[in-house]
């Protein structure tokens, strides 16, 4: 029901006539699809290129999976931008990484607004650099009444860290005297966490040949089904996106019944 609210409320639009989305069933596309874009380094090595190569043509390979879904009006999308694990990497390619993130949202931020987007940070975003924290605060502010694709990015996001920051609220409030215990349920949760708001996550997608969800939307993802593969992210072309949502379409999904949704 949940998912049908969601889609129900999205407005008209789409790009019907591209016949990359011939055969595509859209009553059975995901409401909430998250993606781990990983391989962007193995992808350079590969190459023989540095490691920053991967993450400016993963960029370019998110601007694409982006227009996909915004052409087939898929109501959220999540991705796995950076990871509060990701700091341990060299010094080097992390600045170089939030500089890079810092040069896409100023290049997009205009078509993503033209597009319709809804744009969303979750995560840690006030640990940020400045300048993009400052840019992440005028993106979301300026996209805040769009009615499209809401496209969120985990940035210094994980799911444990997430799950602490809402139990610890929870806790807060309970002290307080504004909660009593047995008020705490799913819901209540739910409201605490980055994605308040959003529906659960029904599809993963990791790239790169690697099969778990490394600290990503723990408890979102409960129920969603995952799909993997060995291209490298900036090599995951639109067309293998759609291939990836038609699967999905091709799900019997139970959530621990014995018949599909």
């Known amino acids: 029901m949940w998912n049908k609210l969601f889609r129900d409320s999205r407005p008209p639009g789409g790009d019907a006539g591209n016949p990359l989305y011939n055969d595509i069933d859209r009553s059975r596309l995901p409401v909430h699809t998250a993606i781990i874009m990983d391989g962007n380094g193995r992808w350079a090595e590969g190459r023989g290129l540095l490691r920053t190569a991967g993450h400016t043509a993963g960029v ?91 496209f969120n990015v985990a940035m210094n996001y994980g799911g444990k860290d997430e799950i602490l920051r809402a139990t610890k609220e929870i806790a807060r409030r309970v002290q307080a005297g504004e909660l009593l215990p047995e008020d705490v349920d799913e819901t209540l ?30 408890w979102q993802a409960a129920y969603a089904e995952f799909w993997f593969t060995d291209t490298n992210w900036p090599d995951f072309t639109p067309a293998r996106f759609v291939e990836a949502l038609k699967a999905f379409g091709k799900r019997k999904r139970r959530f621990g019944g014995l018949k599909n949704k």
């Open 189 to 218: 949760f739910e409201s605490c966490l980055d994605t308040d708001g959003l529906p659960p996550v029904d599809f993963v997608i990791r790239t790169s040949g690697d099969m778990r969800l490394s600290n990503y939307l723990l």
């Open 60 to 150: 370019d390979a998110l601007k694409q999976i982006l227009k996909v879904a915004i052409d087939l009006e898929l109501p959220a999308l999540t991705v796995y931008a950076f990871s509060t694990e990701n700091w341990k990497r060299p010094h080097t390619e992390v600045d170089f990484l939030m500089r890079l993130f810092v040069d896409y949202l100023s290049k997009e931020i205009d078509e993503m607004d033209e597009d319709n987007v809804k744009l969303r940070f979750l995560g840690r975003v006030d640990e940020l650099s400045p300048a993009l924290k400052d840019l992440a605060k005028t993106a979301v502010d300026r996209m805040a009444d769009n009615t499209g694709v809401c």
